[in-house]
Protein backbone atom coordinates (compact mmCIF):
# COMPACT_ATOMS: atom_id res chain seq x y z
CA UNK A 1 0.00 0.00 0.00
CA UNK A 2 1.34 3.83 -0.85
CA UNK A 3 0.23 6.59 1.34
CA UNK A 4 0.85 10.33 0.46
CA UNK A 5 1.60 12.35 3.52
CA UNK A 6 1.38 16.65 3.18
CA UNK A 7 2.72 18.74 5.37
CA UNK A 8 3.85 22.27 5.67
CA UNK A 9 -0.01 24.16 5.73
CA UNK A 10 -1.11 26.87 8.31
CA UNK A 11 -2.28 30.64 8.54
CA UNK A 12 -0.24 33.37 6.43
CA UNK A 13 -0.91 37.00 6.01
CA UNK A 14 -1.66 38.31 2.54
CA UNK A 15 1.64 38.40 0.35
CA UNK A 16 3.28 35.94 2.05
CA UNK A 17 4.57 32.27 1.17
CA UNK A 18 4.12 28.31 2.29
CA UNK A 19 6.06 25.63 1.21
CA UNK A 20 4.12 22.16 0.57
CA UNK A 21 5.28 18.80 1.08
CA UNK A 22 3.88 15.51 0.12
CA UNK A 23 5.83 12.36 0.60
CA UNK A 24 5.13 9.01 -0.61
CA UNK A 25 5.84 5.81 1.36
CA UNK A 26 5.21 2.43 1.35
CA UNK A 27 5.79 -0.67 -1.13
CA UNK A 28 7.07 0.02 -4.58
CA UNK A 29 5.69 2.43 -6.53
CA UNK A 30 5.79 4.18 -10.21
CA UNK A 31 4.38 7.59 -10.32
CA UNK A 32 3.67 8.74 -13.52
CA UNK A 33 2.02 11.70 -12.63
CA UNK A 34 2.49 13.97 -8.80
CA UNK A 35 0.46 17.27 -8.17
CA UNK A 36 -1.72 19.33 -6.32
CA UNK A 37 -5.26 20.13 -6.33
CA UNK A 38 -7.53 22.17 -3.55
CA UNK A 39 -10.94 22.91 -2.23
CA UNK A 40 -12.18 26.28 -0.72
CA UNK A 41 -14.78 25.75 1.54
CA UNK A 42 -18.20 25.49 -0.85
CA UNK A 43 -16.47 24.91 -3.36
CA UNK A 44 -15.38 22.16 -5.66
CA UNK A 45 -12.15 20.62 -5.50
CA UNK A 46 -9.91 22.15 -8.29
CA UNK A 47 -6.35 21.09 -10.07
CA UNK A 48 -3.49 23.40 -8.89
CA UNK A 49 0.03 22.66 -10.44
CA UNK A 50 1.11 19.19 -12.31
CA UNK A 51 4.40 17.54 -12.55
CA UNK A 52 4.44 14.76 -14.96
CA UNK A 53 7.73 12.60 -14.51
CA UNK A 54 9.86 13.49 -17.21
CA UNK A 55 7.28 16.38 -18.70
CA UNK A 56 6.59 20.04 -18.12
CA UNK A 57 5.08 21.06 -15.02
CA UNK A 58 1.98 22.80 -15.54
CA UNK A 59 -0.05 25.34 -13.70
CA UNK A 60 -3.77 26.81 -12.90
CA UNK A 61 -4.44 30.13 -14.35
CA UNK A 62 -5.13 31.51 -10.68
CA UNK A 63 -1.92 30.26 -9.44
CA UNK A 64 0.61 30.66 -12.23
CA UNK A 65 3.81 32.70 -11.73
CA UNK A 66 3.18 32.67 -7.59
CA UNK A 67 3.63 28.91 -7.54
CA UNK A 68 5.92 26.52 -8.08
CA UNK A 69 5.72 23.04 -7.92
CA UNK A 70 9.35 20.25 -7.77
CA UNK A 71 9.56 16.97 -7.24
CA UNK A 72 12.64 14.92 -5.45
CA UNK A 73 12.37 11.71 -6.52
CA UNK A 74 15.21 10.53 -4.34
CA UNK A 75 12.82 11.02 -1.16
CA UNK A 76 9.49 10.48 -3.56
CA UNK A 77 8.62 13.73 -2.38
CA UNK A 78 6.74 16.51 -4.09
CA UNK A 79 7.13 20.21 -3.36
CA UNK A 80 4.47 23.08 -3.92
CA UNK A 81 6.03 26.79 -3.14
CA UNK A 82 3.74 29.12 -2.98
CA UNK A 83 4.19 33.32 -2.90
CA UNK A 84 1.79 36.20 -3.20
CA UNK A 85 -0.06 34.69 -1.24
CA UNK A 86 -3.97 35.93 -1.67
CA UNK A 87 -6.97 34.97 0.24
CA UNK A 88 -8.69 33.15 -2.33
CA UNK A 89 -6.08 30.94 -1.80
CA UNK A 90 -7.26 29.65 1.05
CA UNK A 91 -8.02 25.78 0.76
CA UNK A 92 -7.21 22.66 2.03
CA UNK A 93 -4.87 21.42 -0.05
CA UNK A 94 -4.48 17.72 -1.65
CA UNK A 95 -1.67 15.99 -3.08
CA UNK A 96 -1.94 13.50 -5.68
CA UNK A 97 -0.16 10.69 -7.70
CA UNK A 98 -0.66 8.55 -10.24
CA UNK A 99 0.70 5.16 -10.36
CA UNK A 100 1.30 3.15 -13.37
CA UNK A 101 -0.04 0.23 -11.71
CA UNK A 102 -2.46 1.34 -8.61
CA UNK A 103 -3.84 4.35 -10.43
CA UNK A 104 -4.75 7.66 -8.25
CA UNK A 105 -3.47 8.00 -4.92
CA UNK A 106 -4.99 11.01 -2.97
CA UNK A 107 -3.17 12.61 0.58
CA UNK A 108 -4.87 13.26 3.44
CA UNK A 109 -5.19 17.38 2.98
CA UNK A 110 -3.42 20.19 4.66
CA UNK A 111 -5.11 23.39 5.69
CA UNK A 112 -3.70 26.46 4.05
CA UNK A 113 -4.84 29.70 5.73
CA UNK A 114 -4.51 33.16 4.49
CA UNK A 115 -5.57 35.74 6.22
CA UNK A 116 -4.65 38.93 8.23
Known amino acids: QVQLVESGGGLVQPGGSLRLSCAASGNSFSFSVMGWHRQAPGKQREWVAI???????NYADSVKGRFTISRDNAKNTVYLQMNSLKPEDTAVYYC??????????WGQGTQVTVSS
Open 51 to 57: SPTGGTT
Open 96 to 105: YAIDRVLGSI
